[in-house]
């Protein structure tokens, strides 16, 4: 299928043709409710364990409480990752409340990245209000990451059981890698070049993993066996990179009433994100101003001070040299590919039909 690469507003279109059916008779937004209902308590009860100020910094990054501790309804996320950690729990053949204790502790790991990630970023705005470092300062942002990391472990290991250590094997490998993907991340803004393979490891780290991670604890704490949880697992990785290419593309053309972020957020950051990376691996004119120019970049003073019209026509080199199409068609790639690994593992056909239309949503979010 063709992919869309126009103005703002878009979509990516899934890979899978046949999915598409399954996307429209299954209802998503009832998967992701039902994931946030079910985890939500348990999470909310994770985080009063905190001392203060440390639980109301956590709450007003959660979206419970305002800048000034009043109550709010402020977005907390789409819940994509306790869906998925309940999915997992059901395609194993247990309740989906088996998966509870794993959903929240995905979730607590997968913030303790946020905090942190806005921090070493410098990013000021997450789900359109003011991130915790900008409005509690840095410090509180490393101490509440630190306790939701170390939360995330004390929920898995209080249950006690034998799936619960497996499970808690499964989380702390996955944060480790999660962690080395930043390491990565990071590093590669200082580097004039970065190949698309070390790209899409960096990505498979950073992002991968815990989605990985979140497919398959489910099931682990449900009773699966290491194969069927090594399946989920493979899923949810591909999902993962799917689910990166698609940011990496809001990163660069997103709207910011959706995103949340600034316009031209990647490029702001100088991320070597797979748009830039595949449009300076392309070759041709395009590809060659555009490296000249992030080298120019690279060695600029005053980088915070470019226009916008600056950040656009970089945009438009990524474009003309073929970043954004080609980030689109792995997103697609990516996406048969977690499809096809869900066929590893004997569940019930609406779970398998309920990870199909996950899938599909993730990869055609707005842009």
């Known amino acids: 299928m063709s992919s869309t690469t126009g103005t703002r507003g878009e979509s990516v279109t899934p890979a899978n043709p046949a999915s598409d059916t399954v996307a429209d008779t299954t209802d998503v937004t009832a998967l992701l409710e039902r994931g946030r209902a ?6 909310r009860a994770a985080v009063d364990r905190l001392a203060p100020p440390m639980d109301t910094v956590a709450a007003y990054h959660f979206g419970w409480i305002d800048a000034q501790g009043r109550p709010s309804d402020g977005d907390g996320g789409k819940a994509v990752r306790p869906a998925l950690a309940l999915l997992s729990a059901e395609a194993a053949g247990a309740a989906a409340e088996a998966g509870v204790p794993g ?9 303790f990245s946020l905090l942190h990630d806005d921090l070493m970023d410098g990013d000021e705005q997450r789900r359109h209000r003011d991130t915790v470092w900008k409005v ?10 630190d306790a939701l990391f170390a939360l995330a ?5 209080e249950l006690g059981t034998v799936e619960a250590g497996r499970a808690a094997r499964r989380l702390t ?8 993907g930043q390491a990565q991340d990071i590093s590669y803004e200082h580097r004039e070049r970065v190949t698309v393979e070390e790209c899409l490891e960096m990505e498979g780290n950073k992002t991968g993993a815990l989605l990985a991670c979140a497919c398959s604890i489910g ?3 449900g009773g699966a066996d290491d194969r069927t949880a090594d399946v989920l697992e493979a899923y949810g990785y591909h999902l993962g990179l799917a689910f990166q290419a698609v940011d990496d593309l809001l990163g660069i053309w997103g709207d910011p009433e959706s995103t949340g972020k600034q316009t031209w957020s990647d490029l702001r950051q100088r991320k070597k994100s797979l748009p830039v990376v595949a449009a300076l691996a392309a070759g041709g004119p395009a590809s060659e101003r555009l490296g000249e120019l992030l080298a120019a970049d690279a060695k600029s003073n005053d980088f915070d001070s470019f226009s916008e019209e600056e950040f656009a ?6 474009e003309e040299a073929g970043g954004r199409e080609w980030t689109a068609q792995e997103a697609r790639r990516q996406h048969a590919v977690a499809i096809e690994a869900l066929h590893g593992v004997d569940m019930p056909e609406t779970v398998r039909a ?3 239309a996950l899938a599909d949503f993730v990869v055609v979010r707005k842009r």
């Open 38 to 43: 079910l985890s939500a308590p348990v999470l």
């Open 103 to 111: 959903a929240v502790a995905v979730e607590l790991v997968h913030n």
């Open 136 to 145: 509690h300062g840095p410090a509180q942002a490393i101490l509440v990451g």
């Open 153 to 157: 472990n004390e929920i898995l290991l």
């Open 173 to 180: 490998t996955a944060t480790r890698k999660l962690i080395d």
């Open 219 to 221: 099931a682990v704490l």
């Open 313 to 318: 026509a970089r945009a438009a080199l990524i």
């Open 354 to 356: 309920q990870l199909t």
